[in-house]
C-alpha cells in the first residue's frame, strides 16, 4: 500500500465506516459493497431473509452523512405517482401544483421491489439512469449524490413480480446477504436489547461528492480493462474461450453496463483500500456481485441445477487474471 493509505479521503472513509459499524454487526462484505455502489455512484440490489440489517445499514449510512434518507414498502397496490409524485390541484389559486415523491432524497430504500407489479418498478428506470424524474412532461432533477438500493425477499415467489431485465441492468451490483455468525449474533442481541447507540454525523453530501470526484482519479489499467471486457463476452458467447459447453446453460449473457461496472467498481475498491491504482484483486473481488443479476439462464442451467455463480466461476476459472499493473504505470 502505498503513501495515499493516509490521505484525507482514506481518512474519512474510515470514520464513515467506523460510524457506521458502531450500530451495525458484522456484515463486512455487505457495508463494503454498499460503500463501493456509493463512491462509483451506482445503485445496489440486495437479496436476503427479513432481520439482516439491511435496511439499518442504508439509514445508518444516511444519518453519518447528513443526507436524506427516504424508504419505500414496494406493496402489490403501488402506483407509480407514489414514487415519483404527481400534479395536485389547488382550490385556492385554481393550478395545479407538483407534488415531488419520495425519489427526492439523496439515499433511497426500495424494499421488497418485487412486490410491486412492473409498471411501478419502471417508474424508478428513469430516475435510476437520468437521476431525474418527468412529471407533467416537466423534468425535476434529483439531489445529488443519488443511491437506490433495493431489497428483495428470496423465501416467498407467491405474490411477488420478477424484475424485468431492464430494470435489474440498471443496478451495478446484486448483493447476497447471508445470516451473521454466532459471535456477531451474540453482539447483535447485547447491542439490540441494550442502551440505544447514537450515531455522529462525520461528513457532509459536499464531501461525499468530492470524494466520489476522487475516485475516478484512480488509475485503470489497459490491461485490466481488458481482462472486464474478455470476462463479459465470455457470458455471451462462451464458444469463444473454449466454453462451448457453457452456451446451452445462457440465453444471454451480460450487457455493457457490466464491463463498466467491472472497472467503476474496481476504482473504489482500490480507492477505499488506499491506493491510487487498480490491481486485478480489485476487480476478481466484484465479478459475481456485478455480474449474477444479468445473466439470463436456460431451462438447462436449471435442470442441471446451476446457477449463476457457479457459471461465472467456471468463467472466471477460464479467463487469465492480467499481470498486476505496477504503481509506476499510474500516472
Do not use: W
Not at 479467463?319 to 504503481?327: E, H, R, Y
Request: charged share 20%; aromatic share 6%.
Amino acid at each position: 500500500m502505498d503513501n495515499s493509505s493516509s490521505s484525507p479521503a482514506s481518512t474519512l472513509m474510515e470514520q464513515i465506516l467506523y460510524e457506521v459499524k458502531r450500530v451495525v454487526v458484522g456484515q463486512d462484505h455487505f457495508l463494503e459493497r454498499v460503500m463501493v455502489a456509493v463512491l462509483a455512484q451506482g445503485h445496489l440490489l440486495v437479496e436476503g431473509v427479513p432481520g439482516l440489517a439491511k435496511t439499518l445499514t442504508v439509514k445508518t449510512l444516511a444519518l453519518t452523512l447528513r443526507g436524506t434518507f427516504k424508504r419505500i414498502q414496494f406493496t402489490p397496490d403501488l402506483v407509480p405517482a407514489d414514487l415519483v409524485g404527481t400534479r395536485i390541484y389547488s382550490p385556492k389559486t385554481g393550478e395545479f401544483d407538483t407534488s415531488l415523491g419520495p425519489v427526492f432524497t439523496h439515499l433511497l430504500l426500495a424494499d421488497e421491489i418485487n412486490r410491486a407489479p412492473a409498471k411501478v418498478q419502471s417508474a424508478l428506470l428513469e430516475v435510476m439512469q437520468e437521476r431525474q424524474v418527468t412529471i407533467a412532461g416537466v423534468s425535476h432533477k434529483v439531489p445529488s449524490p443519488f443511491l437506490v438500493m433495493a431489497t428483495q425477499n428470496p423465501i416467498e415467489t407467491e405474490g411477488t413480480y420478477p424484475l424485468p431485465e431492464a430494470q435489474v441492468d440498471r443496478f451495478m451490483m446484486k448483493v447476497l446477504v447471508d445470516y451473521p455468525s454466532e459471535d456477531e449474533e451474540f453482539v447483535i442481541a447485547q447491542r439490540v436489547t441494550g442502551p440505544a447507540t447514537s450515531v455522529s454525523a462525520v461528513a457532509s453530501m459536499e464531501q461525499l461528492a468530492e470524494l466520489q470526484h476522487e475516485c475516478r482519479q484512480v488509475y485503470v489499467d489497459p490491461s485490466l480493462i481488458q481482462y472486464a471486457v474478455k470476462l463479459v463476452s465470455a457470458t455471451r458467447r462462451p464458444e469463444r474461450y473454449g466454453l462451448a459447453d457453457m452456451a446451452k446453460y445462457l440465453s444471454y449473457g451480460a450487457s455493457p453496463r457490466a464491463t463498466i461496472g467491472l472497472i467503476e467498481g474496481a476504482r473504489a475498491l482500490a480507492f477505499m483500500r488506499g491506493r491510487t491504482y487498480a490491481l486485478p484483486e480489485d476487480m476478481t473481488d466484484l465479478v459475481g456481485d456485478v455480474l449474477r443479476h444479468r445473466l439470463v439462464l436456460s431451462y438447462e442451467a436449471l435442470a442441471d441445477g446451476l446457477d449463476a455463480d457457479k457459471l461465472i466461476e467456471r468463467v472466471m476459472k477460464k479467463i487469465a487474471v492480467p499481470d498486476k499493473p505496477l504503481a509506476t504505470h499510474a500516472p
